[in-house]
């Protein structure tokens, strides 16, 4: 399942203190596909997360997850689809503090309203070995390394299963190497999973790491430059 972007504009604010913060932005994102938008702060890359997971609604243009034009969903319909359908990762990995690593990923399962069991556990065991996080299943988020609570983050936005992943600057706060771990990791569990998943990011060295990179200036798309991903 994929996500298109057509021909999206946002507008913030009122008269005169309106700012053009998307302007007509198209593109798409493959399933199995990890697309990184590279720009400085304040170039529009957290107001095109906000419209692409249904978080703020775009002036014009229409955004399509998968089959499903969600810019055209009422308020219920929309809250479905971001839990069913979307995944997020954050700048900050958001963790519970009072939760173990595992429980972070069987909450997910809570929020959408079943009791985990047995298979819901092996699920989130199964998505921690694959970020190499099985062995601290049972930590607190303070015991853990940024890196590692990045890791985490990653697992369960996957354990639901979604069709989109939405990544907010996920190396800002780790050093180089860690940040290139978590970039080649993303883009394995995009591969493994078939998830389309769109990376804001404000650094031009985790490019190499990517499917594909589009650069973003004043809410415009600018220039679609080609990434190789490392091996």
């Known amino acids: 399942m994929s996500l298109r972007v057509e021909s999206v504009s946002l507008v913030l604010g009122d008269g005169d203190q309106q700012v053009q ?7 798409s994102v493959a399933a199995g596909e990890l697309l990184a938008v590279v720009g400085p702060s304040g170039s529009g890359k957290s107001s095109l997360l906000a419209v692409c997971g ?20 009422g308020l219920e319909q929309l809250t479905s689809v971001r839990r069913e359908k979307i995944g997020f990762v954050f700048q900050q990995s958001n963790l519970l503090p009072s939760l173990t690593v595992l429980d972070q990923l069987l909450l997910t399962v809570h929020l959408r ?33 940024g890196g590692e609570r990045q890791r985490v983050g ?14 907010d600057e996920p190396t800002s706060m780790l050093d180089q190497g860690r940040g290139r771990q978590i ?15 769109l990376m804001v990011t404000h650094d031009p060295d ?11 200036h004043d809410g415009r798309l600018q220039q679609l430059e080609r990434a190789h991903a490392a091996h």
């Open 21 to 27: 913060a998307l302007d007509n932005v198209t593109f």
């Open 54 to 73: 249904g978080l703020r609604k775009p002036t014009s243009g229409k955004i399509h997850v998968g089959d499903t034009e969600i810019t055209a969903l």
């Open 113 to 145: 309203g079943t009791r985990p069991g047995a298979a819901h556990r092996d699920r989130a065991m199964g998505l921690l070995r694959q970020v190499g996080m099985d062995a601290r299943s049972h930590r607190r988020p303070a015991e853990l390394s």
């Open 154 to 167: 990653i697992a369960r936005a996957l354990m639901s299963s979604p069709s989109v992943l939405l990544v």
């Open 183 to 197: 970039v080649s990791l993303l883009r394995g569990q995009c591969h493994e999973h078939g998830v389309a998943a």
């Open 206 to 216: 985790m490019l190499e790491f990517v499917d594909r990179a589009v650069h973003i």
